[in-house]
């Protein structure tokens, strides 16, 4: 009984976590090409180009571009990833990218989702839903971890408590009686983490 209810809690919490996972993809992925209308926007509002190339640095960490080029003539093949595309990352750059239009008074789209009020909405929910998913995904851990536990617990885990059963009907009907013939392929096996 307790084992089902620790293995459904399991599928519950996948579930919520895969559904807060799809919402937080829904939330971001749109996220590239919304920072390329920004940029298209700041340079059509006539913004300065320091102001322009300040905003095009956001918006190429966004892209996971490099800031800095690799040399063609580089033969080092040991060129560390600079790509900065974890979700924290993408709030933290799109949030540099608002704060660059922000401070730019020739910025004023008239397209709704470009305007501030939008993009930081568009920020809060970017934080939400990692906050969300990221919840989800320790219940997730959580409860595989308790399940683990149950299971995997010396001698009075679900996993030591069947292989001493097995040991049992063996030695007291002999390991040719037709009692342990029908569970002697039974597998059970510790849960590895």
């Known amino acids: 009984m307790e084992a089902n209810q620790l293995i459904n809690n ?10 807060e996972i799809n919402k937080r993809q829904d939330v971001y992925g749109n996220l590239k090409k919304l920072a ?4 298209n926007e700041l340079e059509a509002s006539g913004a300065s180009k320091k102001v322009v190339s300040d905003a095009r640095h956001f918006v190429d960490k ?8 690799i040399k063609p003539d580089d033969t080092s093949q040991n ?5 900065q595309t974890t979700f924290a990352q993408q709030v933290q750059h799109f949030g540099g990218l608002i704060e660059v239009v922000d401070t730019e008074p020739l910025y004023n789209p008239n397209q ?19 906050k969300t998913a990221g919840t989800s995904q320790a219940e997730l851990g959580a409860a595989r971890l308790q399940r683990n536990h149950f299971f995997n617990q ?3 885990g679900y996993v030591d408590t069947y292989l001493a059963v097995k040991r049992a009907v063996k030695a ?9 013939r029908q569970i002697r392929k039974l597998p059970f096996s510790r849960i590895r983490a």
Request: charged letters at 20%.
């Open 112 to 130: 709704a989702d470009l305007q501030l009020t939008a993009l930081k909405d568009k920020q809060d929910a970017m934080i939400s839903s990692n």
């Open 154 to 156: 010396p001698y009075t």
């Open 10 to 19: 399991i599928v519950t919490n996948k579930q919520a976590n895969t559904l």
């Open 172 to 180: 007291t009907f002999g390991p040719t009686s037709l009692e342990y």
């Open 36 to 39: 390329t209308r920004i940029i």
């Open 62 to 69: 966004i892209r996971g571009q490099r800031i800095i080029k």
């Open 79 to 83: 060129h560390i990833s600079v790509s």
